[in-house]
């Protein structure tokens, strides 16, 4: 008997989705091939711009003073390896009204919304329309990479530079 993934989930990571709330939505699945034509792929129906990735376990933790906003999930897992364990994942550059909702609730707890997106050009771009349309009722900074960086490619020290200044 031969076992195995097939089909949908093919050579892919499946990585599990919750709501704020810890409420199972459903997965996500990224490529390891490099081949395929979408590199992330999503559970039918499960409209991921009604979410925001690993807020249900930021929210858990005790004094928490700031949350850190990247693009990707990959960039909370690098993150959470480096010890910073306050990551949460727009899951893309594009934020939906209910993803804005749910960080300006956080910020309205007196959290810092820290903006720690993808050093290109879609990056740089995303992070501004966040910083403007939270900076109104939030506290917010937007942190820069430099040019073609990803959080998950930068080593940690140079990362926590960035983040600290």
Avoid at 27 to 49: E, Q, V
Wanted: hydrophobic share 30%; glycine share 8%.
């Amino acid at each position: 008997m031969r076992c195995g993934i097939k089909g949908r989930y093919k050579n892919r990571i499946k990585i599990p989705i919750y709501d704020e709330n810890d409420k199972f939505i459903g997965y996500a699945s990224r490529d390891i091939t490099g081949k395929s034509k979408y590199r992330y792929l999503f559970d039918k129906g499960m409209g991921k711009s009604k979410y925001v990735y690993n807020l249900n376990n930021v929210r858990n933790q005790k004094n928490l003073e700031n949350i850190i906003l990247v693009e990707g999930f990959f960039s909370v897992f690098m993150l959470y390896e480096y010890g910073i364990k306050n990551a949460v994942s727009s899951m893309g550059c594009r934020l939906s009204e209910r993803q804005y909702e749910l960080l300006e609730k956080e910020g309205k707890d007196g959290k810092l919304i820290k903006i720690l997106f993808d050093g290109d050009e879609a990056g740089y771009k995303a992070s501004e329309d966040v910083y403007n349309k939270l900076s109104k009722n939030v506290n917010i900074k937007n942190i820069k990479l430099p040019d073609g960086k990803q959080p998950d490619e930068m080593e940690k020290k140079s990362l926590m530079k960035l983040m600290i200044n």
